[in-house]
């Protein structure tokens, strides 16, 4: 048997896996699954930490994880997803953590309208998900004359009350992540990439102006050390002025206490039928053909439902206007991946209040998935029992057809086929 993780005959005298890949191609499929799943609460608790939160519960799991995945080749597939689904508990465990940590250094975000265009000057645009990052750009960099950008999944910082508070905060350019060469070349200002959702330049177009910040590297790009921006500051400074550009408002900062702020009023629009249906249509973006599904799926979503949306999949379609329900938008943007435990807060708030389970609710996720975090979120949601999730655009290539046999079994787990398929399908059900 071939391992595809590291490329030898599953056993062998190459085999980095010990040879437990090699044991079952389901166990090696669970592994892989369970692996992923680590690697975005990584991701997570490293955010947390940077703002001093911390949780022993957190570190012990993923000790306890890796352990038995090198070592316990006797586990049969029940026990390993019974630990996989330990995982999305973990998970969920730790995204509280990164957003209490978030809401306490910056406050809760408040829904803000963000301006896409540019002012002229001299800019510096910043992407990646950390928000301390940025709150000591804006500090340092106060008074200086250069702009602040915010690109992708830092979108949600503009609704952060202290990062707001820094009037060279000055919008948002660009949209997800696999966009990146063609806008980091556009924007004549620097960059500074906070995390690895970061592309080498090609052809050095734009290495020059580009800096990374933390545990985030890109070959020949100038590092920041102990978040000294100085050298980047300057650098901006030395730069041709963007432009006067116009660009239009785009909504984001629908943190969970403010949608739960509107509790009341949408479960009236529930009840009369003015809301008939909750999607949530977002995840991690990329560049494969078939992720028009999403546009095309948002697009026909009836006037009478409203769509949540986080992380950078929502830059398919989050520049559309899908109007409001009598003061309730169409179009809820949560912020981050990192922001998916506001997600997962407000379905259950609105299972309370309607006294029903959330696999009860008028609410469909529709998830595109592509890295390590939206494999821990898909867990976490697994772990809660949530089930009759859509995910795309195609089947994770790491679980095997027994392993996704037994998830959609258990869990009703579905993939994506067609918008007009799965719309017509989710609501005549």
Same mark, same amino acid.
């Not at 992540?177 to 200002?189: A, L, T």
């Given at each position: ?351 309370? %209040? ?11 996720? %529709? ?63």
């Amino acid at each position: 048997m071939f391992c595809y993780q590291c490329e030898q005959t599953a056993g062998g005298s190459g085999c980095t896996r010990l040879g437990v890949c090699g044991k079952n191609e389901d166990i090696q499929s669970l592994q892989d699954t369970l692996l992923f799943g680590l690697k975005g609460i990584a991701a997570y608790a490293y955010h947390a930490r940077q703002l001093g939160m911390r949780d022993e519960k957190v570190d012990a799991f993923m000790h306890e994880a890796l352990f038995k995945t090198v070592t316990n080749v006797s586990f049969d597939l029940n026990q390993y997803l019974e630990l996989v689904l330990k995982c999305g508990e973990i998970n969920l465990n730790t995204m509280e953590l990164l957003d209490k940590a978030n809401t306490q250094r910056f406050g809760n975000p408040v829904p803000t309208q963000v301006l896409t265009g540019t002012k002229s000057g001299p800019g510096i645009l910043i992407t990646g998900h950390d928000l301390l990052d940025l709150y000591e750009l804006l500090k340092q960099s106060e008074g200086t004359g250069v702009n602040i950008y915010t690109h992708s999944e830092m979108l949600i910082a503009n609704a952060y009350p202290e990062l707001k508070k820094f009037k060279h905060l000055a919008g948002n350019y660009g949209g997800a992540w696999q966009e990146q060469k063609q806008e980091f070349n556009s924007f004549s200002g620097a960059i500074l990439a906070t995390t690895n959702c970061v592309l080498i330049p090609p052809d050095n177009t734009y290495l020059d102006r580009l800096f990374t910040v933390g545990i985030t590297g890109i070959p020949g790009a100038t590092h920041i050390k102990d978040r000294n921006f100085k050298p980047l500051i300057e650098k901006a400074k030395s730069l041709p002025s963007l432009p006067e550009t116009a660009g239009k408002k785009i909504w984001t900062g629908f943190h969970h206490t403010a949608i739960l702020g509107l509790a009341d009023k949408i479960v009236s629009l529930v009840k009369t039928g003015k809301i008939r249906h909750f999607f949530l249509i977002g995840g991690c973006d990329g560049a494969k053909p078939g992720r028009n599904y999403y546009t095309e799926f948002a697009e026909r979503v009836p006037k009478d439902c409203v769509i949540l949306t986080l992380a950078c999949g929502k830059y398919r379609f989050n520049k559309l206007d899908f109007g409001e329900i009598e003061g309730v938008p169409r179009l809820i943007d949560l912020g981050q991946c990192n922001n998916a435990y506001s997600a997962i807060q407000v379905a259950l708030a609105l299972a309370s %209040v309607f006294k029903c389970s959330v696999n009860e609710l008028p609410l469909t996720l %529709v998830l595109s998935w592509f890295e390590q975090k939206a494999v821990a979120i898909l867990l976490s949601l697994l772990y809660l029992n949530v089930k009759g999730i859509y995910i795309g655009p195609t089947p994770p290539a790491f679980i095997s057809k027994n392993v996704f046999a037994v998830l959609q079994d258990k869990f009703d787990l579905k993939l994506i086929s067609s918008p007009e398929k799965d719309l017509e399908a989710i609501l005549n059900k």
